[in-house]
């Protein structure tokens, strides 16, 4: 057993120094006569086993004697723990690659392959408040949220993706352009909707509700040049006003709409409608009404597209 | 000579700062090497770094002069004429050279010991799978000594066929020094040519050839304290001059033509090819070395060491000590065994704490294959291990017997 776990971890080993690539090929052939029912003659346990005893003959004779005495037995419990622990890291790894985290699709915890944890770092939207319970993952949904209520580009496709964030969010900013790529390369149903988490300016969310109302064409070039501005742009009045100008908007036209009482209750209705998915992050992206939150490599949004 | 004057002449123990850092158990495979060595052989690099033998200018003469010296301190240390010292590398290559040298003819016999190193047995191995060769073995008795009636049995049964006993001085196995004066007279009685493998034997004891009655004699520089890649061959002046070198080449002739050549006189006629004259002049400051210390301070080392050692090992019932029971019949080498454990566990054990010892079949797999046993450990010693060294290997092991 001491040879297979030596195989393993100098094949590893192995791949940054020549030394331990011998090793690994003394730990294979006494595995590859074992498994072939006959005896291991090379030494290599005995090597391996002098070696720790006799590190650990240096420390405490008892300790020594102990560890000689059960060697085998440490040497399986170490092979479990590998398997265990290769089957963790390969299941990571697949985690990683279908959702973007090791621990599976919105689940946070350290992640070899994102130390960061840039793909699932999020706005919180429950900042400074203090609900009863804490949503999570599980919470989140589409399934009583009235989506007529938002601005959407229908094109007669099975897949629906939903965008929830913020124009002057970090992460929503990072998620946009990869969310916009796959709206391009793929055929999907997508709506926007728009969820004030930082400090913006109080018209933004009239104006862009506005803007949709007025002229929905120009509504989807207002949404792109309001994420490729500066997001301290979204705090001033003046900057985005200018931004809507640019998309081809009549501003005073935007302002008299955004003015009137109707409209203040249409965006106050959409941010109840937002409230029922139970987000708490930016951005939450809901793929035919799976959840995905934080700012996902392409790959994760696209395998999620049926 | 005392331990500290040791100590400045060795530079690696110099720098020890205590025997926990390393014990060097391990000089039957190479010795250590004193300043003086390195010192020389560095000197010929800076100074003069140039061809032996055949270019006219002065530092090529001050290197013909210098490799003149070490064969000339060579054949004293051996008591043989200075144009019987043939430099090789090891003494693998020596034995090798007379392999080849030989003119074989099938059926002739060649004896060994039961107990060869690889060096002095597969030669000849390969020698009776190609040309034909006898190649046989004298049984040792019980002590580790070759059985001599039965080398007796095996002159008589070949009788007028063998053309060769090659026999090591002392066993790397076990340390046995074996009656090689014995034996040579009985083989040329029986007209066969005697090979002494004295790699082990030469070290630590005197050697006269003549006192051996030794046709050949081979040995290494880098188990006496020379260089590594430095060996010798001692042959008898007559056998030299009648034989073929194994190798020819740059330096082995006197002239040539399209068609034919003239071979130089011995012995440089059997070193073809520019010769490792660094390493030859280390060599003759190993001799040196070695001739200060003198043989019988050596010996006098050996059997401390060799006591102590034995007298420990005894005194533990799970250890067999291999070879003859007395420590005076081993030189500086104790191999032993520890029931149901594994040699080689047991040297790396030794060799987290610092002792560095060798383990397995040293070489001589033959004689483990037959008598079915796995391997030994071996201690050998030189004179510059202390009885501290040898009481911190007796502690040392005392812990790993008690943790395996």
Known sequence: MACIIALIVFSVMGLFSATHRQLAKEAFDCVFRRVTFRPCNTGFKEKIRGRIVGKLLRRSVKLAKFSNKYFEVFAWIFFLLTVVSTGYTVKGGYNFYRYGSCNGLNQGGFCAFDPTGKNNTTSSVTDGSCPNKQPTAEDLTLSSVDLGLFQSKKVDSENNLVFIGCYSCDYTRKAYPVVKKLLEKKNVNYTFIHFSVKDENENLPLYVYSASKIDQNKYWRLNDLLFEADKGDMQSQEKIEQIITKAGYDLQAIKDEANKEATKQAVQKQIEEVRKTHIYGTPTVFINGKPIVGPKPYRVYKLMLK | ?404
């Not at chain 2, 926990?20 to 003069?48: G, Q």
């Not at chain 2, 002069?65 to 430099?87: C, G, N």
Request: with cysteine.
């Open chain 2, 1 to 404: 000579m005392n331990d500290s004057w040791i100590q400045s002449n060795f530079p690696i123990l110099n720098k020890r700062k205590n025997i926990e850092e390393f014990v060097y158990f391990d000089n039957a495979c190479t010795t250590l090497r004193p300043k003086s060595v390195i010192d020389a052989m560095n000197k010929y690099y800076e100074e003069y770094p140039v061809c032996g033998g055949r270019s006219l200018h002065k530092l090529g003469k001050k290197v013909t002069d210098k490799v003149y010296e070490t064969r000339f301190l060579v054949s004293q240390l051996i008591d043989a004429r200075k144009e019987e010292i043939v430099f090789t590398r090891n003494t693998t290559e020596s034995i090798n050279s007379v392999a080849h040298s030989i003119d074989w003819r099938e059926g002739d016999v060649v004896i060994t010991s039961d107990k060869e190193h690889n060096s002095n047995l597969l030669p000849w191995i390969r020698l009776s799978k190609k040309i034909g060769i006898v190649h046989t073995t004298i049984k040792s008795n019980s002590d580790g000594y070759p059985d001599l009636t039965h080398l007796k049995d095996l002159l008589e049964k070949y009788k007028g066929r063998v053309r060769l006993i090659a026999v090591t001085l002392s066993s790397n196995l076990d340390g046995t020094t074996n009656p090689v004066a014995e034996i040579a007279k009985l083989g040329h009685k029986y007209g066969a040519l005697i090979l002494v493998d004295a790699a082990q034997g030469l070290p630590h004891q005197p050697v006269s050839v003549k006192r051996l009655g030794a046709d050949f004699l081979a040995f290494s520089g880098h188990k006496m304290l020379g260089p590594s890649g430095t060996g010798v061959l001692y042959g008898k002046k007559k056998l030299l001059e009648e034989f073929e070198p194994f190798l020819i080449g740059g330096g082995t002739v006197v002239k040539s033509s399209f068609d034919s050549y003239c071979l130089e006189n011995i012995p440089e006629r059997f070193e073809a090819g520019l010769q490792d004259y660094a390493g030859i002049i280390g060599l003759g400051e190993a001799i040196r070395f070695i001739q200060k210390v003198t043989y019988k301070e050596i010996a006098r080392r050996d059997l401390e060491l060799n006591k102590y050692i034995t007298s420990y090992l005894r005194s533990i019932e799970r250890v067999n000590i291999v070879g003859a029971k007395e420590p005076e019949k081993r030189g500086g080498i104790v191999s032993f065994c520890v029931d149901g454990v594994d040699p080689h566990m047991i040297a790396l054990m030794l060799d987290e704490a610092g002792i560095m010892v060798r383990s397995g079949q040293l070489c001589v797999h033959s004689w483990f294959s037959d008598k079915k046993i796995q391997g030994v450990v071996r201690i050998s010693t030189y004179f510059y291990n202390t009885l501290e060294e040898a009481e911190y290997f007796a502690k040392t092991l005392s812990n790993i017997l008690k943790a395996v």
